[in-house]
């Protein structure tokens, strides 16, 4: 019991140390590097359901708001407006996650920038 409290308690002085000031790579190219590593992967997912849920109700809305805000526009505009800017929105957030880990892993490593979370959930448009 003693250990496992050790252990937590070292695990969250780490977490807060990593969460509250981003560690520069440039003192330590192995930590850039290993940030970059797992960066790049959590960044692409990240990316894809923000870009998925973020492109795919802005193109619902769009859909539905050209076919009129009735019944049938949107019956047919949001599921159609989903699926298409869903899938557009999945494709280039995979990219643009997938970028941002790779260029913000190495210079700051295990920040929300770097995995693809900064800024508002549903704003992320490439």
């Known amino acids: 019991m003693q250990k496992l409290s050790k252990l ?4 969250s002085v780490l977490l807060t140390t990593i969460s509250s000031k ?3 790579a440039a003192t330590n190219p ?12 959590v960044g692409a997912a990240v990316g894809t359901v923000r870009g ?16 009129g805000h009735g019944l049938i ?5 949001t599921p159609t407006g989903l699926l298409v800017g869903g899938v557009k929105g999945a494709v280039t957030g995979l990219i643009k996650g997938a970028s941002d880990g790779f260029n913000y892993g190495y210079s700051e ?3 929300t920038k770097s995995v693809s ?4 959930f549903l704003d992320y448009h490439s």
């Open 117 to 120: 979370l900064t800024g508002d």
């Open 8 to 11: 937590v308690i070292a695990f």
């Open 22 to 24: 981003p560690v520069m």
């Open 73 to 77: 526009g949107t019956a047919i505009g």
């Open 52 to 67: 998925t849920l973020s492109t795919g109700l802005d193109t619902s809305h769009e859909y539905s708001s050209s076919l």
């Open 109 to 111: 490593p295990f920040t």
């Open 30 to 41: 192995i930590l850039g590097t290993l940030g970059m590593i797992v960066a790049t992967p």
